[in-house]
Nanobody, 122 residues
Framework: QVQLVESGGGLVQPGGSLRLSCAAS????????MGWYRQAPGKQRELVAA???????NYADSVKGRFTISRDNAKNTVYLQMNSLKPEGTAVYYC????????????????WGQGTQVTGSS
């Protein structure tokens, strides 16, 4: 089992910045990719950004150039730096830990954090 604990959410003005953290514990060697998803009220959960154990990253088009995902392997922690936040970024942000079949993009299983609320407010 893997436990994921998010932190860093809160209220932020449009154009502001926020950094989310996700600390992983447990059998973490079983996962080889981590990412951030978000779910706004009435909408489906969507990918925001992801990073593999090799350091490859992937971003949603809507956040490219504004958000940065990174990882600190020594701390088993993944970060999401969010800059130039927009009101439509208001959502619950979830940390994801994924086991990909080695050499592929096929997900074998996922772990999820409990989510952290990010609210853009003017």
């Amino acid at each position: 089992q893997v436990q994921l604990v998010e932190s860093g959410g809160g209220l932020v003005q449009p154009g502001g910045s926020l950094r989310l953290s996700c600390a992983a514990s447990g059998i973490i060697f079983s996962i080889n990719a981590m990412g951030w998803y978000r779910q706004a009220p009435g909408k489906q959960r969507e990918l925001v950004a992801a990073i593999t154990s090799g350091g490859s990253t992937n971003y949603a088009d809507s956040v490219k150039g504004r958000f940065t995902i990174s990882r600190d392997n020594a701390k088993n922690t993944v970060y999401l730096q969010m800059n130039s936040l927009k009101p439509e970024g208001t959502a619950v942000y979830y940390c994801n830990g994924r086991r990909l079949t080695p050499g592929t993009c096929t997900a074998e299983y996922d772990y999820w954090g409990q989510g952290t609320q990010v609210t853009g407010s003017s």
